[in-house]
């Protein structure tokens, strides 16, 4: 059985930044890509961003380009999220997702691409 775990959440005032961290652990598994979707109190489930290992694009929502960054390291299935100048409506709680198939066309947008998913992080962003 495969975990994701995240970690790194928190308060943070509107201007500020957090680091949110995914490690995979368990069964040994392959990952073709990982991401991270956040979900608002109300809201739907929406990609934040993704990082496919093969090809080394990266992907963002547009509301998040140019303040959020996403790495890690595809041997230990690790993903990385680097948040900066947040504002409160990046409050959610954030999770990741890893893919052990390659991404088709436009899935590393799409939840159903994943394969497997963390219990969450809560990010508050007080204003």
């Known amino acids: 059985q495969v975990q994701l775990r995240e970690s790194g959440g928190g308060l943070v005032q509107a201007g500020g930044s957090l680091r949110l961290s995914c490690a995979a652990s368990?069964?040994?598994?392959?990952?073709?890509?990982m991401g991270w979707f956040r979900q608002a109190p109300g809201k739907e489930r929406e990609f934040v961003a993704a990082?496919?290992?093969?090809?080394?694009?990266?992907y963002y929502k547009d509301s998040v380009k140019g303040r959020f960054t996403i790495s890690g390291d595809n041997a230990k299935n690790t993903v990385y999220l680097q948040m900066n100048s947040l504002k409160a409506e990046d409050t959610a709680v954030y999770y990741c997702?890893?893919?052990?198939?390659?991404?088709?066309?436009?899935?590393?947008?799409?939840?159903?691409?994943?394969?497997?998913w963390g219990q969450g992080a809560q990010v508050t962003v007080s204003s």
């Open positions: 368990g069964r040994t598994f392959r990952s073709y890509a």
């Open positions: 997702a890893a893919d052990r198939t390659p991404l088709k066309g436009l899935g590393a947008y799409l939840s159903e691409e994943y394969d497997y």
């Open positions: 990082i496919s290992w093969s090809s080394g694009n990266t």
